[in-house]
């Protein structure tokens, strides 16, 4: 279940994470079109407690609590 609330965090803490979109060979891109995302996760836990957050290395893709934003 999309909640806006975690979308609008999504917009948020994307941009502390430096995501390598420019450095993924075309192969890596691929995967990501496919939704085999390469999650990485980052310790948000001081900013945004209780929240399970992972973020896609090789694109701007970002998951939380299961649901990945932004939604394509
Ligand atoms: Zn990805």
């Not at 891109?29 to 399970?52: F, M, N, S």
Request: net charge positive; hydrophobic share 45%; with cysteine.
């Amino acid at each position: 279940m999309v909640n806006s609330e975690d979308s609008a965090l999504a917009v948020q803490v994307a941009k502390l994470w430096p995501h390598r979109e420019h450095e993924a060979s075309l192969l890596l891109g691929q995967l990501c079109r496919v939704g085999l995302h390469r999650w990485r996760r980052l310790d948000l836990t001081a900013i945004v407690p209780g929240k399970d957050i992972r973020f896609c290395f090789w694109c701007s893709k970002i998951e939380i609590e299961g649901i990945v934003y932004p939604k394509a």
